[in-house]
């Protein structure tokens, strides 16, 4: 069975800080898909990235970056110089290859606190 | 291009009714999933549907049910609520279902509160 862990519950740092969140997932397939969402109190899921099993690449995206480490099984997230408005929650997924259907299995979250 | 939306934002229930939720996905996307999202439970998988079938399900009793129509908007119905069904629902869609090759992009939910 596929599980996400995301072990940090609420993270709060002062803005200008850089902070990263953990996720560790688990799952026997060998083509997956992994993503981080973004909730905000509105509660929509923002999409943030996606990334296959087989692109081990790191990412960055303006103040956002990725680290995928297929050898330890864990998709961490890492916000630079963070800001007010990254307060939120962030949720780790994944979802195995089916071919046929899209099921996210999602982590429980971490609450990121920035403040001034 | 207009995102996910979801119809109503808002609503209050009384144990055992009924009730249904709607959602309009992407314009072109065909595949829509629907999410429980708890503070206890999590964001956990209800189904999906594509084509007007559902091709995916997840873990909930029948009182949880949908469709979709030839539009790809899709319903999702609740009968006989229980307090437990208290949630945000939350819809998703994509252009395909295809196991995580397409993103799924998410409405902004309808809070559901039973009493």
């Known amino acids: 069975a596929q599980k996400v862990t995301q072990a940090q519950t609420e993270i709060s740092v002062v803005e200008k800080e850089d902070v990263t969140l953990d996720c560790v997932y688990e799952?026997?397939?060998?083509?997956?898909?992994l993503f981080w969402y973004k909730q905000p109190p509105s509660g929509e899921l923002v999409f943030l990235i996606r990334?296959?099993?087989?692109?081990?690449q790191n990412e960055i995206s303006g103040r956002y970056s990725w680290n995928f480490q297929k050898s330890t099984s864990s998709f961490n997230f890492t916000i630079t110089a963070s800001q007010v408005v990254d307060s939120a929650v962030y949720f780790c997924?994944?979802?195995?290859?089916?071919?046929?259907?899209?099921?996210?299995?999602f982590g429980t979250g971490t609450r990121l606190q920035v403040t001034l | 291009k207009a995102g996910v939306t979801q119809t109503p934002r808002y609503l209050i229930k009384t144990r055992g009714q009924q009730v249904t939720l709607s959602c309009s996905p992407i314009?072109?996307?065909?595949?829509v999933s629907w999410y429980q999202q708890t503070p206890g439970q999590g964001l956990q998988f209800l189904f999906e549907?594509?084509?007007?079938?559902?091709?995916n399900k997840g873990n909930f009793p029948g009182r949880f049910s949908g469709r979709q129509f030839s539009n790809s908007r899709s319903e999702m119905n609740v009968s006989t609520l229980e307090l437990g069904d208290s949630a945000l629902y939350l819809c998703?869609?994509?252009?395909?279902?295809?196991?995580?090759?397409?993103?799924?992009?998410f409405g902004p939910g309808t809070r559901l509160l039973v009493l």
């Open positions: 998703a869609s994509s252009l395909a279902p295809s196991g995580g090759e397409e993103t799924q992009y």
């Open positions: 799952t026997r397939d060998t083509t997956y898909y």
């Open positions: 990334r296959n099993s087989f692109d081990e």
């Open positions: 997924a994944l979802s195995d290859y089916t071919g046929t259907a899209s099921k996210l299995t």
């Open positions: 314009s072109g996307h065909r595949s």
């Open positions: 549907y594509f084509s007007e079938t559902q091709r």
